[in-house]
């Protein structure tokens, strides 16, 4: 299996993930989310496949970061729906970090493997795109854990606004 192969695999298995994380999450706001990151992951797979069929891939810009970001902040509670607060939750979007970490790190590595400036955009590209997603959960982990932060003066030193 060429690392090309390998990609694809991985971004179909990504979509599958996020397709069942979407399920299992369709009575909250992270339905949406999974879904436009499922969507997303099927679209690379995409372009990647056109590539391993040398065709010309149309790269995209997503625009999953702004639409999550979006469903975020029309939730007016967020840490009291029934998303947050479960050990299980943070353990889901840890995983899917960790997917999009092994996500960029192979895409950087095809970038420097490529010999052709066509296929280093193509793989920029899906690194900035994975990139994105790293962010919604690692923003996701940190808004549900910020309110287990205690913080006992702030007097005692400069706090993260929230």
Avoid: C
């Avoid at 891939?57 to 007016?76: C, G, P, R, S």
């Avoid at 923003?139 to 706090?159: H, K, Y």
Wanted: hydrophobic share 35%.
């Amino acid at each position: 299996m060429t690392s090309l192969e390998f990609a694809i695999k991985m971004e179909h298995d990504g979509e599958q993930y996020y397709k069942q994380q979407a399920e299992l999450n369709k009575d909250n706001a992270m339905h949406v989310v999974f879904m436009l990151l499922a969507k997303d992951e099927a679209n690379h797979a995409r372009v990647l496949k056109e590539k391993f069929d040398q065709k010309d891939a149309q790269l995209k810009d997503n625009t999953v970061l702004k639409e999550a970001n979006n469903v975020f902040v029309e939730i007016k509670n967020f840490l009291n729906t029934n998303v947050s607060g479960s050990n299980e939750q943070i353990t889901v979007y840890e995983e899917a970090l960790k997917r999009e970490k092994e996500s960029i790190d192979l895409y950087e590595k095809l970038t420097k493997e490529s010999k052709e400036e066509k296929d280093k955009e193509l793989f920029r590209h899906l690194v900035n795109q994975e990139k994105d997603h790293y962010s919604i959960f690692d923003n996701l982990i940190t808004m549900i854990r910020r309110p287990e932060d205690w913080v006992e003066s702030a007097e005692f030193g400069l706090r993260e606004p929230y």
